[in-house]
């Protein structure tokens, strides 16, 4: 069972703002600061959107957003689009594990 | 830019060992400050970390599979593998390997490889 609990889907209209929570479950996870977070699209790989909780790789929109409270970690996205939808992953490194969540499914109304 | 492809047989026979290995290009699996992971999706589902190895030779696996796990390296051939010993259907995944920061992020995957464990 999986340390990181994370909605099974979630879904907005074009042009809204939905948000993706990942919570911590479990103490085993250790020291929960870490987040990354993943957009898979059907038959691809998953492919990094936030790392360091909150942080855009190079290449990323900006309406990608990544935050943190408590035990509780977010990815909000703003004006969505047609392309975005797809299943997010959340996953935490915490010392020698790495835990992910069970992954939400976004779908664009 | 760093590129990885994992190959191996799409097919084991329960109860036998699967054997992927993932070929590191665009960059030497050999220097420091990178964990090179597997991690599989079963059909329909989250991803699962399976383990990591250092280009030292330390590793670290998933303790729900830890038994069962083996990640090896060749430098000289920029390579890492994964071999699975006593396979069950609940094995039939796709298997994707991915270069760890060590840090907080897998940076980069592989395209993944679908195994089916069957008879």
């Known amino acids: 069972q999986s340390a990181l609990t994370q909605p099974a889907s979630v879904s907005g209209s074009p042009g809204q703002s939905i948000t993706i929570s990942c919570t911590e479950t479990s103490s085993d996870v250790g020291n929960y600061n870490l987040v990354s977070w993943y957009q898979q699209h059907p038959g691809k790989a998953p492919k990094l959107i936030i790392y360091e909780g909150s942080k855009r790789p190079s290449g990323v929109s900006n309406r990608f957003s990544g935050s943190k409270s408590g035990n509780t970690a977010s990815l909000t996205i703003s004006g969505l689009q047609a392309e975005d939808e797809a299943d997010y992953h959340c996953c935490s490194h915490a010392g020698n594990v790495r835990v992910f969540g069970g992954g939400t499914s976004l779908t664009v109304l | 830019q760093v590129h990885l492809q994992e190959s191996g047989p799409g097919l084991v026979k329960p109860s036998q060992t699967l054997s992927l290995t993932c070929t590191v290009s665009?960059?030497?699996?050999?220097?420091?400050?990178?964990?090179w992971s597997w991690i599989r999706q079963h059909p329909g589902k989250g991803l699962e970390w399976i383990g990591y190895i250092y280009y030292s030779g330390s590793t670290y696996y998933n303790p729900s599979l830890k038994s069962r796990v083996t990640i090896s390296i060749d430098m000289s051939e920029n390579q890492f593998s994964l071999k699975l010993s006593s396979v069950t259907a609940a094995d039939t995944a796709v298997y994707y390997c991915?270069?760890?920061?060590?840090?907080?992020?897998?940076?980069?995957w592989g395209q993944g490889t679908p195994v089916t464990v069957s008879s």
């Open positions: 665009g960059g030497s699996i050999s220097i420091g400050g990178y964990y």
């Open positions: 991915a270069r760890d920061s060590g840090y907080d992020q897998f940076d980069y």
